[in-house]
């Protein structure tokens, strides 16, 4: 995938520990400082070490993600939303999500009704049988949609709510102290990278209902990642 080719936006919160604050911050101003004197900013390679789904276009988007969208302070988080994303990393909808192509035995989709944001019971055991299933992974990322039905400002904000209760039910469940350096929240609202009905084979809360486009993209995409940045 060629990223200089790409034209729209990637949101994501990462929550990453206090103590990596200040390495992040110089390390974004460096990225813009290259950008503006026209030079191409360093771009992350995989490494043997790696697991297998992390190419180069994926760590350039993860190190983006985790210098430039926020961090927790104090037990608040701060984070990118939609039109902040364009500062963040261009790409398109298609090569974003194919990006996580290689993620598909391993991830899930947390599904929701329709301008809903409450897990259910199938949701729930899903989203506890994947976080449980961590082997060895550092990130996990819960990437939120809203269908297109409604306003914009409606969707951001539905698709907001759905990773944050995907986000509270971890929290809830597992009692991690570390949960905050672990978990990263992306919204997308409808305006980004809509999931297309191939992720209907992808393992989902609600297999056994009809999947449409519309009702796939009601969703949290939730998985592990780990990749050396």
Excluded at 111 to 116: H, I
């Amino acid at each position: 995938m060629n990223t200089g080719r790409t034209h729209l936006v990637l949101v994501l919160v990462a929550f990453v520990g206090v103590g990596g604050a200040v390495a992040s911050w110089t390390h974004a101003a460096a990225v813009r400082l290259a950008e503006a004197q026209g030079k191409a900013p360093e771009v992350a390679t995989a490494s043997a070490s790696d697991m297998g789904y992390c190419t180069g276009d994926l760590k350039v988007i993860l190190k983006r993600v985790l210098t430039s969208c926020g961090l927790v302070s104090e037990g608040n988080s701060r984070g990118c939303q939609p039109l902040q994303a364009r500062q963040v990393a261009a790409m398109s909808g298609g090569d974003f999500n194919a990006l996580f192509t290689p993620l598909a035995e391993r991830a899930a989709i947390i599904q929701f009704d329709k301008d809903n944001a409450e897990l259910d019971g199938a949701a729930a055991e899903l989203l506890e049988k994947t976080f449980a299933d961590r082997r060895g992974a550092s990130y996990f990322f819960v990437v939120s949609r809203a269908s297109p039905e409604g306003s914009v400002e409606h969707n951001r904000d539905l698709s907001h709510r759905r990773g944050s209760a995907v986000l509270d039910h971890i929290k809830a469940k597992f009692q991690d102290p570390d949960i905050d350096q672990e978990v990263g929240l992306l919204w997308l609202g409808e305006e980004f990278a809509q999931l297309d009905q191939q992720f209907c084979q992808w393992q989902r809360s609600r297999a056994g209902d009809t999947c449409s486009t519309a009702e796939l993209n009601r969703s949290s995409f939730i998985a592990w990642i780990d990749c050396r940045l």
